[in-house]
Structure formats: structure tokens, C-alpha cells
């Protein structure tokens, strides 16, 4: 841009000299090129000062990778690659019959279960009854051993020894017979009363592994998250599609405002402020430029971004990455909309100081656009 300065002044020395007839001599030819040097200095100092302008513009676009949330081989892929989705379409279906079956087999263990539970309760009223019988006949069995063990006492005893010890016996295994009536009935009291949120806890189990295996069977269907397209669509049925989250398989892009990311060198920060008013030309559109307004600031400078590591970490001095990010939001514009996203672009912000100049730096960047007829790289 600063060399299209240059050429304008030169073009208009040469008209001066032509119109009014000035002679080239080693006075004149050495003031115009000094009258050059200062007035071409001084404007493009202004205006790269007060109103920035970079080359390194992209129309951005956040994009969602696309990872199955369960691990299977992809049976389905939809055919909208690169035009709208609604949201909530299918965009790829995973093999469901491993998930299916599960889920048949743990409603058939809930319904084993829900019976069960209710057999349960008949067994209870079952228990109390046996422990009800046999609690009666070890008391029956106990006063006929208490009758035993009084006569065995009289002067005159009327029962043998044997009859003593097999009354006795008797009334103890009964006993017994009680304890263990009493101990199963404690246990079908336990089952039924291991309640969660008021169902059995077996039943709720049962439920809750079934509700996930249920959401895995859903799962098998991945949907758009939100109105939006895929493009590049790689994978096709047969494809082992993993659910690890550093292999995508599919990128979506949604609907979302188009805003520019430009790039600026990091003494520009000294006049860009949110809100100035900016333009964007577009090399895809030569002849045109677009208004709108500087957004925001990114707090951070690619370059110095750093992450944990296991060696020592120096300084990033990757090319290109030192500039200051600085995001664009144009007016709405059907022709923007209609651009690829990604596509370049040229940028300039236009601050309140010295806004006499920035008429210079429009007439510059439409010049840019202009020069996009020509296939030229910048």
C-alpha cells in the first residue's frame, strides 16, 4: 500500500511538470524528489499511526469436530455434504445391533426383576406363616418336655430316661426349626426394605443400566448439533468411527455471524480501539469494499502462547505469529455470506486522531481492491 503512495506522488510530479511546464534541471528534479521524500513520509507515517491497516485478514468460522460418543462401525452417512442441516438431522448412524441386544436384555432382567420383587412379598407373608407354625409347635413341644422333666421329678416316675432325652431333643430341633424361619424372614425383610428413592435398590440398579444403555442405543444415530453443514465428508459405511476425542470424524460448521480475524503489528495497539470504524476489501470480490466496525482485541498474542511440557520451554519465534489478533464484525452483506469461509481479506481501522487522513487510507484500500482485477498477491 505505502509503494501505491509512492506511484500516486510520482504520477502527479510528472503531471506538474507536464502542465505547467516546469524544466528538469538539477534543481527541480532533486526538490520534487525531497518534496517527495518528506510529504510521502510524513502522510504514510500518519496514517499507519493513526489508522492501521494489515494484509492478514481471513474470514473465520468456528467449526464443531464431530465425535461419536460410543465406539462402532458406521453404517449410515448422510448425503447433505456442503449445504444446510437442521439441526437435530441424522449426519451418520453407527452399526446399533450390540447396543440393541443389551438393552433387550436388561428390560427382560427389569421385568425378572420387578416380579421378583413382587414374589418377594408373597414369600414374606409365606415366611410368616411357616415361622407362625412352627413357632406353635415348638411351644407345644416345649410344655409336652416340661411335662416330661415334672413327672421325671415324682417319686414315682412314669417316663423312662429315653422318653425325657427325645422330648428334649424334639423341642430343640424345633427351635431351631424357629430361629431359621425367623432368620429367612429377616432376610426378605432386608430385601424389601433396601429401598432407593422409593423402588428396590436391585430394581433401580437395573433401571439405571438400562437408561444408559438405552441413551447408548440413541447415541448410535450422531445428529447436527445445531442448523449448520459438514463438508469434506471423509468417512463411509464400514468405517471404524472411535469415540476418542483427538479423532474426529466429521467437522460441522453452525450458523453463526461471519466476523474477520485480521492481524496487526503490535505497535498498531497504540490507536485500535473497539468500535472504530473499519472497511475490508476481499480478494474473491475486487471492486468492493465493506464497512464495519472493530470488535474487540484478542488478550493474547498467539506467539506467546505456552503450554506444560517435559522439556524447558523457550521463546516462540515462530514466523507470523507475533501480531496482535483483532476481530472485525462487517455489515450484513449478501455477497459475504455467500464466500467461502476461510477466504482473505485486507483490513483497515480508521481511529478518531488525525480522521482527515483517513481519507487517504480509503482511497488506498479501494485502490487494493481495485488491483484484485489483476490476480495479484498481497
Not at 472504530?276 to 476489501?281: C, Q
Given at each position: 500500500?505505502?509503494?501505491?503512495?509512492?506511484?500516486?506522488?510520482?504520477?502527479?510530479?510528472?503531471s506538474?511538470?507536464?502542465?505547467?511546464?516546469?524544466?528538469?534541471?538539477?534543481?527541480?528534479?532533486?526538490t520534487?524528489a525531497?518534496?517527495?521524500?518528506?510529504?510521502?513520509?510524513?502522510l504514510?507515517?500518519?496514517?499507519?499511526?493513526?489508522?492501521?491497516y494489515t494484509s492478514?485478514?481471513?474470514?473465520?468460522?468456528?467449526?464443531?469436530?464431530i465425535t461419536?460418543?460410543?465406539?462402532?462401525?458406521?453404517?449410515?452417512?448422510?448425503?447433505?455434504?456442503?449445504?444446510?442441516?437442521?439441526?437435530?438431522?441424522?449426519?451418520?448412524?453407527?452399526?446399533?445391533?450390540?447396543f440393541?441386544?443389551?438393552?433387550?436384555?436388561?428390560?427382560?432382567?427389569?421385568?425378572?426383576?420387578?416380579?421378583?420383587?413382587?414374589?418377594?412379598?408373597?414369600?414374606?407373608d409365606?415366611?410368616?406363616?411357616?415361622t407362625?407354625?412352627?413357632?406353635?409347635?415348638?411351644?407345644?413341644?416345649?410344655?409336652?418336655y416340661q411335662?416330661?422333666?415334672?413327672?421325671?421329678?415324682?417319686?414315682?416316675?412314669?417316663?423312662?430316661?429315653?422318653?425325657?432325652?427325645?422330648?428334649?431333643?424334639?423341642?430343640?430341633?424345633?427351635?431351631?426349626?424357629?430361629?431359621?424361619?425367623?432368620?429367612e424372614?429377616?432376610?426378605?425383610?432386608?430385601?424389601l426394605?433396601?429401598?432407593?428413592?422409593?423402588?428396590?435398590s436391585?430394581?433401580?440398579?437395573?433401571?439405571?443400566q438400562?437408561?444408559?444403555?438405552?441413551?447408548?442405543?440413541?447415541?448410535?444415530?450422531?445428529?447436527?448439533p445445531?442448523?449448520?453443514?459438514?463438508?469434506?465428508v471423509?468417512?463411509?459405511?464400514?468405517?471404524?468411527?472411535?469415540?476418542?476425542?483427538?479423532?474426529?470424524?466429521?467437522?460441522?460448521?453452525?450458523?453463526?455471524?461471519?466476523?474477520?480475524i485480521?492481524?496487526?503489528?503490535?505497535?498498531?495497539l497504540?490507536?485500535l480501539?473497539?468500535?472504530?470504524?473499519?472497511?475490508?476489501?476481499?480478494?474473491?470480490?475486487?471492486?468492493?469494499?465493506f464497512?464495519?466496525?472493530?470488535?474487540?482485541?484478542?488478550?493474547?498474542?498467539?506467539?506467546?502462547?505456552?503450554?506444560?511440557?517435559?522439556?524447558?520451554?523457550?521463546?516462540?519465534?515462530?514466523?507470523?505469529?507475533?501480531?496482535?489478533l483483532?476481530?472485525?464484525?462487517?455489515?450484513?452483506?449478501a455477497?459475504?455470506?455467500?464466500?467461502?469461509?476461510?477466504?482473505?481479506?485486507?483490513?483497515?481501522?480508521?481511529s478518531?486522531?488525525?480522521?482527515?487522513?483517513?481519507?487517504?487510507?480509503?482511497?488506498l484500500?479501494?485502490?487494493?481492491s481495485?488491483?484484485?482485477?489483476?490476480?495479484?498477491d498481497?
Amino acid at each position: 500500500m505505502d509503494l501505491l503512495i509512492i506511484l500516486t506522488y510520482v504520477a502527479l510530479a510528472w503531471s506538474v511538470f507536464k502542465i505547467f511546464k516546469i524544466p528538469v534541471n538539477k534543481w527541480t528534479v532533486p526538490t520534487a524528489a525531497l518534496g517527495g521524500v518528506v510529504l510521502v513520509g510524513m502522510l504514510i507515517l500518519l496514517m499507519n499511526y493513526n489508522h492501521p491497516y494489515t494484509s492478514l485478514a481471513q474470514k473465520a468460522v468456528i467449526s464443531i469436530p464431530i465425535t461419536p460418543q460410543i465406539t462402532g462401525v458406521v453404517s449410515k452417512v448422510t448425503d447433505k455434504q456442503n449445504v444446510r442441516i437442521r439441526k437435530g438431522e441424522m449426519l451418520f448412524e453407527l452399526d446399533k445391533t450390540r447396543f440393541q441386544t443389551r438393552v433387550d436384555r436388561l428390560e427382560a432382567d427389569l421385568m425378572t426383576a420387578v416380579h421378583g420383587f413382587k414374589a418377594l412379598e408373597g414369600q414374606l407373608d409365606e415366611a410368616i406363616a411357616q415361622t407362625s407354625y412352627v413357632t406353635a409347635e415348638r411351644d407345644r413341644l416345649y410344655k409336652d418336655y416340661q411335662r416330661y422333666l415334672t413327672g421325671s421329678r415324682a417319686k414315682v416316675n412314669p417316663f423312662s430316661q429315653r422318653d425325657i432325652d427325645n422330648s428334649r431333643y424334639n423341642f430343640l430341633a424345633q427351635d431351631a426349626l424357629v430361629k431359621s424361619s425367623l432368620a429367612e424372614q429377616a432376610q426378605i425383610k432386608s430385601q424389601l426394605e433396601s429401598v432407593v428413592n422409593g423402588e428396590q435398590s436391585s430394581i433401580v440398579s437395573l433401571r439405571a443400566q438400562l437408561a444408559e444403555a438405552q441413551y447408548n442405543l440413541e447415541q448410535t444415530v450422531v445428529r447436527a448439533p445445531s442448523n449448520g453443514y459438514v463438508t469434506q465428508v471423509l468417512i463411509r459405511p464400514g468405517t471404524y468411527a472411535a469415540a476418542l476425542p483427538l479423532r474426529p470424524v466429521m467437522i460441522f460448521i453452525p450458523e453463526q455471524k461471519r466476523q474477520i480475524i485480521a492481524q496487526f503489528r503490535q505497535n498498531s495497539l497504540l490507536r485500535l480501539e473497539a468500535n472504530d470504524e473499519a472497511e475490508a476489501v476481499f480478494n474473491a470480490l475486487p471492486g468492493q469494499v465493506f464497512r464495519g466496525k472493530l470488535l474487540r482485541i484478542l488478550p493474547v498474542v498467539p506467539g506467546g502462547s505456552y503450554q506444560a511440557q517435559g522439556t524447558l520451554q523457550s521463546l516462540s519465534l515462530v514466523p507470523g505469529s507475533d501480531g496482535v489478533l483483532a476481530v472485525i464484525e462487517l455489515e450484513s452483506n449478501a455477497d459475504i455470506d455467500a464466500l467461502p469461509d476461510g477466504i482473505f481479506a485486507q483490513v483497515a481501522v480508521y481511529s478518531d486522531h488525525f480522521s482527515h487522513v483517513s481519507v487517504m487510507r480509503k482511497v488506498l484500500l479501494r485502490m487494493t481492491s481495485w488491483m484484485h482485477y489483476l490476480y495479484l498477491d498481497h
